[in-house]
């Protein structure tokens, strides 16, 4: 079956340093990947999608992931991180074996913004 | 713009009491979750629906139904509330299978 790991529960970064929130999955065969974002007290909230295509997907506020098929990881970067991107962020995988097509999720990460 | 509503984001209830938990999305999506959350679990699935009237047990079903009587609302129902139930519970809908989930503000439930 398969499964997310979110290796960080949570990262410490200062404001406008680079950050990489790792997540790694357990099947490759055919995957669709996922990263979601959760501000205080909301919702989860979509950030980005990797369907099929070009591996490296961005998001609309400078987050990108990169899906490495033999890493078996769809890790999420910035560049540059800003006080409002403190937030949970969730990994979630869903796999083509499975008929009914669920979204597998990771654990979360805590990024946490140093001023 | 996809909206997923849920009837409450606070909720205190006494051990023992019948819980409903009420989610409507707008979308006209076939497929609709319920989930809870807790801190280092993640999101750990309840039950899901791809279709009125049709419901799937999720990983921890234990304690809890659903009713799907429309296509746009999924209820979740706590038949006699524990503590161990104390928990964020969050609602998402999704056009295609494996795809893109849309999730409500979630519900914050304390059982006393």
């Known amino acids: 079956a398969q499964s997310v790991t979110q290796l960080d529960s949570q990262v410490p970064v200062f404001e406008e340093a680079p950050v990489e929130l790792r997540c790694n999955y357990s099947s490759s065969v055919s995957v669709y990947l996922f990263w979601y974002v959760q501000y205080p007290n909301q919702g989860l909230q979509l950030l980005l999608k990797y369907l099929s295509g070009s591996t490296l997907v961005e998001s609309i506020n400078g987050f990108e992931a990169e899906f490495n098929k033999s890493q078996t990881s769809f890790h999420l970067r910035k560049p540059s991180v800003h006080i409002s991107d403190t937030a949970e962020y969730f990994c979630a995988v869903s796999d083509a074996l499975d008929s009914n097509y669920q979204l597998i999720w990771g654990a979360g990460t805590k990024l946490i913004i140093k001023p | 713009d996809v909206k997923v509503t849920q009837s409450s984001r606070y909720l205190v209830k006494r051990t023992g009491e019948k819980v409903f938990l009420e989610c409507v999305q707008d979308?006209?999506?076939?497929?609709m979750f319920w989930y809870r959350q807790d801190p280092g679990l993640g999101l750990r699935l309840i039950y899901f629906?791809?279709?009125?009237?049709?419901?799937e047990k999720g990983d921890i079903p234990e304690g809890y139904s659903v009713s799907r009587e429309k296509k746009e609302r999924f209820s979740l129902i706590l038949e006699s509330a524990s503590t161990n139930q104390t928990s964020m519970y969050l609602c998402?809908?999704?056009?295609?299978?494996?795809?893109?989930?849309?999730f409500g503000p979630g519900t914050r439930l304390l059982v006393l």
């Open positions: 998402a809908s999704s056009f295609y299978r494996g795809e893109t989930q849309y």
């Open positions: 979308m006209d999506h076939e497929n």
């Open positions: 629906s791809y279709d009125v009237k049709m419901k």
